[in-house]
């Protein structure tokens, strides 16, 4: 996703990409007021390993909402990394609609998977609401 600001107007832009079958050509909402982030949810890691063609393969998804000027913006971003059998990385951004953010993050929030955060516009920064899994490296107390 990137940001850019031509004349008057901001534009919201995102790449598009391939993964697997899914393929989006890059898109862009042009708006009159700069596009603030509201939300951010993250999905634990998804490993895939297939040992028979040797391949190792993680999937990072990122949902967000963005304020638009009459209705907010919903896009996901999915990272994809395979580690064997050599190192390729890859990244797909596109549009998506407000149903379809609700209907896949209760599944992900039901199924233990999901992370929601909210954005601190005096801070600057993404603030955690709630996280429904533990990372490898951390210690519940």
């Not at 509201?38 to 990122?62: A, F, G, P, Q």
């Not at 059998?85 to 993050?105: A, D, N, V």
Request: overall charge negative; proline content about 3%; cysteine-free.
């Amino acid at each position: 996703m990137k940001v850019y600001k031509a004349g008057e107007r901001w534009i919201l832009g995102l790449l598009g990409g391939q993964f697997n079958d899914l393929k989006k050509d890059p898109e862009a909402v042009i708006l009159k007021n700069y596009p603030d982030p509201i939300k951010m949810w993250l999905v634990k890691t998804r490993i895939e390993e297939n040992k028979s063609k040797n391949e190792y393969w993680e999937y990072d998804y990122t949902f967000r909402e963005h304020k638009g000027d009459e209705n907010n913006i919903f896009f996901i971003e999915i990272k994809f990394t395979r580690h064997e059998p050599s190192l390729s990385q890859g990244k797909i951004e596109y549009f998506i609609t407000e149903e379809y953010l609700k209907e896949k993050t209760e599944w992900l929030h039901n199924n233990g998977l999901l992370a929601e955060y909210r954005w601190d516009i005096s801070k600057g920064t993404w603030i955690e609401v709630y996280r429904d899994y533990k990372y490898e490296d951390e210690d519940f107390y």
